[in-house]
């Protein structure tokens, strides 16, 4: 197990030194000179003097090296420093840590919702397999994977904000704000939660264990909580912790349409201003906690499922 557990974390330092690279090297895929962009940004000009980027390029280092300029930024990113945003004037970090705040509250809450559903309307569609309830969740599963946030988004303002008056329309000012973004990203994760734990417990519910259980007088109630749903749950926590690395940066359309100051929004606004220190940061940061996110879900895939460690063991 520790080594298996190690192997991860080999790889997800690695991964995030790949990032590194990456991100540091933004300013220079970009369109133009690094400098220029930055000079415009902060005097609102096309026309910028020469000799202003000159003195701006030293100052900022880009007349260095490229591996003195990386190591300088890596060494700076390690310590939080991810320099000034060219828009607002403040420490990135500090935009960082407040979007990442938003974003993991609504990602965590529209996926709790999706969760408290989806487990039990899967385990009971898996039961009966063609039944009633099989039937209406393939249904639900069908309709939610095809309706596409940037509709139902405004679908969901029209009916619960305007026309019953229940919900804030947008904004992001106590719970009451959370309800409907939330509501409204947990619908295509919802779907897909339910149909992984129809297929999981379906195969759970053929294994032997199951039907010697059955065969000592359990019930199946009993035997599918007390059997089925450990088993079942793995390829779910799996999906889950897919789904979660993917909202934190993937949630633009939602957080745009609800003016959520999260990091899909931070992204979409860092674009269109050209705001390369948020564009950086926010990379890094999106996809350190992705492979932070699918690490940790690996290790917990292995103490739920004990082939996995056994598998590692003897490799």
Known sequence: MWLFVTRRLAVLLLTLLVVSVFAFLIP????GDPAVLVLRSRVADFQVDQAAVEALRQQLGLDRSL?????????AALHGDFGY??????PVIDQIGRALLVSITLAMSALGIAIVIAVPLGTAAATRPGGPIDTAATFITQTLVAIPEYWMAPM???VFALYLG???SAGW???SSLVLPAMVLALRPLAYFTRVTRAAMIDVLQAPYITAARSRGLGMTQTVLRHGVRNGAIPVVTLFALWLAGLLGGSVVVE???AIPGMGRLIYEAVINKDIPVLQASFVAIVALSVLINTLADILYAVLNPM???AHAHA
């Open 28 to 31: 220079y895929l970009s369109d």
């Open 67 to 75: 591996l003195a300029q990386y190591l300088g930024w890596l060494n």
């Open 85 to 90: 945003s060219y828009t607002s004037r403040a």
């Open 156 to 158: 969901g303002i029209l």
């Open 166 to 168: 229940w919900l804030p």
């Open 173 to 175: 000012d106590g719970m």
């Open 256 to 258: 745009v349409i609800f």
């Open 308 to 310: 996995v460690r056994m």
